[in-house]
């Protein structure tokens, strides 16, 4: 009885506080500057992001309370509160967690990762490899980082490390160390490689068109992480075997357990032949846009489409996807504000404010400044949706507010925006499954975050943007 009033209490303590911070803004007079409604639709915005980090209820429910909250108030029109949930970004990421949904109940996702591990994992750094690479498979086609990483890897990854005498209490050492640390990884730089890699990467796409007029659209976030991307991937394996080096070498008893596991699944269903079909032709079709002139988001429909037309995904099952309509509500909302952020001037009033802290500093550099403050900013966010959130606009607008070359700020933060989660073991959902696994102290996981961000910035502000000035990006 005690603990439950304690819960009611400490709920009602996180209540208070998301309303606090809205009603800030209703108390004390805007700044000079800015419009008072402006600066209301910010109060609101704020303690929505912050209720991401207290979480009273879920994401979903606590951007629809700040929606309704806009339109009880009249900060803005009623109209203009549902707007964003038609935007086109919305409903790609919807498209692309259905096709998840088949991914994971066809079997295929498991078939390919398990394959893999017999292809590669002889040794545990061939095991390393495996996870690796089949988080490259299916990073283009599972936007939820937390159902790839979390859903798919972990739980075959755990067996992993069991198979070769592992366990997180008494030998985490062995092998489960190593391969939690690299797959936790793993998972972040193919979040980071692809439009569709995690869920809230069209946030930065859509910051990206609404301040720059740039189109980043699946292709082009692609081909710009392809090289950094695929580097990346092919030093983590033998990076984490340097800083948290498994005392077993010989893995094919790891291997084996991974083959006896494909041999359960049987022979290539009809379902997992027609998602293997759908896989290739949406990667084919996004990548040839300039060929078709169909957006990503047209294509991720005409999967959908093919999933439930030929029975590989029944329509009952899409309907009951949870995740997918969950994102349709906090992503439509919270593109709703950061649009009212944007046409109310509070975007712009704030970019003009941080110019003065910056000024003197030369474009490429004020970049490299910006980029890495939003990368080490992360360790004070517990989500990459809300860091999104919080920052992309308005770094976007303090770099075009400089005239700094847009096609360097936007891949940086872009890519950052899911890089930035190597930094602690509460990051993202994935990383925080991974931690729970129980094969990584605290300090270690740390230690290697802190290491990693430095394995991320040689990469990619050293061989990114020499990457990007050969594809004349700036």
């Not at 005690?2 to 805007?30: E, F, G, M, N, S």
């Not at 292709?219 to 710009?224: D, I, K, R, S």
């Not at 040839?288 to 002139?293: E, L, P, S, Y």
């Not at 593109?335 to 474009?363: D, I, P, Y």
């Amino acid at each position: 009885m005690v603990r439950k009033d304690q819960t009611k209490k400490h709920l009602l303590l996180r209540y208070a506080a998301w309303i606090a911070i809205a009603a800030v803004t209703w108390v004390v007079p805007p700044p000079g500057g800015m419009a008072e409604s402006g600066w209301h639709l910010l109060g609101v915005f704020a303690a929505t992001i912050a209720s991401f980090l207290i979480k009273p209820l879920p994401m979903g429910p606590m951007v629809l309370l700040g929606l309704m909250g806009l339109a009880i108030t009249r900060t803005l029109p009623y109209k203009q509160v549902l707007s964003g949930f038609g935007d086109s970004t919305v409903w790609l990421v919807v498209a692309a967690f259905l096709i998840a949904g088949a991914v994971g109940s066809t079997g295929f996702g498991r078939r390919i990762a398990l394959t893999l591990v017999t292809w590669l994992g002889r040794s545990t750094l061939g095991l390393g490899y495996a996870v690796c690479a089949a988080e490259l498979v299916l990073g283009p086609v599972v936007p939820s980082n937390t159902a790839r990483g979390g859903g798919i890897m972990a739980p075959i990854v755990d067996s992993l490390s069991g198979a070769l005498g592992s366990d997180p209490k008494q030998h985490p050492e062995r092998a489960g160390q190593y391969l939690t640390l690299t797959a936790a990884h793993a998972n972040l730089i193919t979040a980071a490689m692809f439009l569709t890699g995690m869920a809230a990467n069209p946030l930065v796409a859509k910051a990206a068109a609404d301040v720059f007029g740039v189109d980043f659209g699946w292709g082009t976030w692609a081909l710009g992480a392809v090289v950094p991307g695929l580097a990346s991937l092919a030093l983590l394996p033998l990076f984490t075997f340097r800083i948290a080096r498994p005392t077993v070498v010989d893995a094919r008893a790891a291997q084996k357990k991974a083959k006896t596991d494909l041999d359960e699944m049987g022979n290539w269903t009809r379902d997992q032949k027609v998602m293997g079909a759908v896989f290739v032709m949406l990667l084919t079709l996004w990548s040839t846009k300039g060929i078709h002139g169909m957006g990503s988001g047209l294509v991720a429909w005409i999967g959908v489409c093919a999933l439930f037309v030929s029975g590989t995904q029944p329509w009952k099952a899409m309907i009951g996807n949870a995740k997918a309509w969950d994102t349709l509500i906090w992503l439509g909302g919270l593109l709703t504000m950061a649009n009212a952020l944007k046409s109310e001037g509070v975007v712009q009033w704030f970019a003009e404010k941080m110019q003065g802290q910056v000024v003197g500093l030369g474009t490429i550099t004020l970049v490299i400044v910006l980029a890495l403050i939003y990368f080490y900013s992360m360790y004070g966010f517990s989500m990459l949706t809300a860091h999104i959130s919080a920052f992309v606009f308005a770094f976007f607008a303090i770099a075009a507010g400089a005239n700094a070359p847009a096609m360097l700020i936007v891949p940086l933060l872009a890519y950052f925006s899911n890089l930035s989660g190597c930094t602690t073991n509460y990051s993202t959902g994935p990383v925080i499954i991974y931690f729970e696994l129980g094969y990584v102290e605290t300090p270690k996981w740390f230690q290697v975050g802190a290491l990693m961000s430095l394995f991320h910035l040689v990469i990619w502000l050293g061989l990114g943007m020499v990457w990007w000035k050969l594809l004349g990006w700036w």
